[in-house]
């Protein structure tokens, strides 16, 4: 027979095993939990220092460790927000800026030279088209009229503008070409974000009070500050420049007027063409005979004159002397 107070120990001692495999197995079961969380956790944010350097850095004060959140956090939205741009372009193509330009020459009697050219100017005037120069010259005896439009007009009205043009003159030539400002576009927004970015971040140093800095140091950023707004400023200049190149076609427009071309023969046998030209040849004798009888009368006048009345004056003396 086995004594009771055996058997109670032997009781305790299998309790005290249970109680011991039952805690051992929930501190895995925890301590795998901690490390799933310490994962994730380090997946989003950069992990802590280690608790020496807590102490020394003041992680359980909690002010340290606030700047330390507000430094990272704008950190991991930069992050995210590059991986979030990332897919997203690799889901959509490109956007292309393309700055479109057409140049035509057109024909019009010279006679309806200036009406035509009127009704374009006036016609770009209703639509959404940006006139940049026009010249009109009229037809003169010594010169040929001619005319010229410049312009920017939207992608949308380009057809408009075209088809009232082929109403009014005869397009002799027409000539389109594009220049690609993708990357210029891409290049000028990036330092308008970066520039943007960098002014209100020193905008916040300034409006800092908790921070203690020097007069020099509040100069200096003050100084950092105007630079960077007018820099920002000539980029965001640039900018709407390549947007005027890029949202709107530079046409340009010559006006001629309209010309017969006439055929070497004329349809005329040799001595037809002979007659027609002797009548030239003889207009341009006796204009050069005029000329000539123009440029000699003056010195007949200084010359030829006082020379006639000497030698009247010595022959009438040497009658005298015969007689």
């Not at 305790?12 to 956790?41: K, N, Q, Y």
Request: hydrophobic share 40%; proline share 4%.
């Amino acid at each position: 027979m086995i004594p009771r107070t055996l058997s109670v120990s032997t009781t305790r001692a299998a309790v005290r095993h249970r109680t011991g495999a039952v805690l051992l197995a929930l501190a895995a079961a925890l301590s795998l939990a901690g490390c799933g969380r310490e994962r994730s956790a380090e997946s989003v944010a950069p992990a802590a220092p280690p608790a020496p350097m807590q102490a020394t850095m003041g992680y359980g004060g909690g002010g340290n460790m606030g700047k330390m959140q507000r430094q990272y956090a704008p950190q991991a939205e930069v992050a995210s927000s590059r991986s979030d741009e990332a897919q997203g372009g690799g889901e959509t193509a490109l956007q292309r800026y393309l700055a479109v330009r057409q140049d035509l020459n057109v024909e019009v009697p010279a006679e309806q030279l200036a009406d035509a050219w009127g009704k374009v100017r006036d016609l770009c005037g209703t639509l959404k088209c940006e006139l940049l120069s026009s010249s009109l010259l009229r037809e003169t005896p010594q010169q040929p009229g001619n005319a010229q439009l410049e312009m920017r007009v939207e992608p949308g009205d380009v057809d408009k503008l075209l088809g009232g043009l082929a109403d009014v003159a005869n397009v002799v030539s027409h000539t389109t070409t594009s220049e690609d400002k993708t990357s210029e576009v891409i290049d000028v927004e990036a330092r308008i974000k970066n520039r943007t970015e960098f002014r209100d971040s020193l905008r916040v140093m300034l409006r800092d009070t908790v921070t203690k800095r020097t007069m020099a140091d509040l100069l200096a950023i003050q100084r950092t500050l105007s630079d960077t707004q007018a820099e920002l400023d000539a980029i965001a200049t640039q900018r709407k420049v390549l947007a005027q190149q890029t949202s709107k076609q530079h046409i340009q427009i010559q006006f001629t007027p309209k010309r017969t071309l006439v055929s070497g023969s004329d349809g005329y046998s040799p001595m037809m063409q002979a007659l027609r030209n002797a009548g030239d040849v003889l207009a341009e004798s006796v204009g050069a005979l005029i000329t000539f009888v123009a440029a000699a009368l003056p010195w007949l006048l200084l010359v030829v004159l006082p020379v006639g009345w000497l030698v009247r004056v010595l022959w009438r003396r040497r009658r005298a002397k015969v007689a």
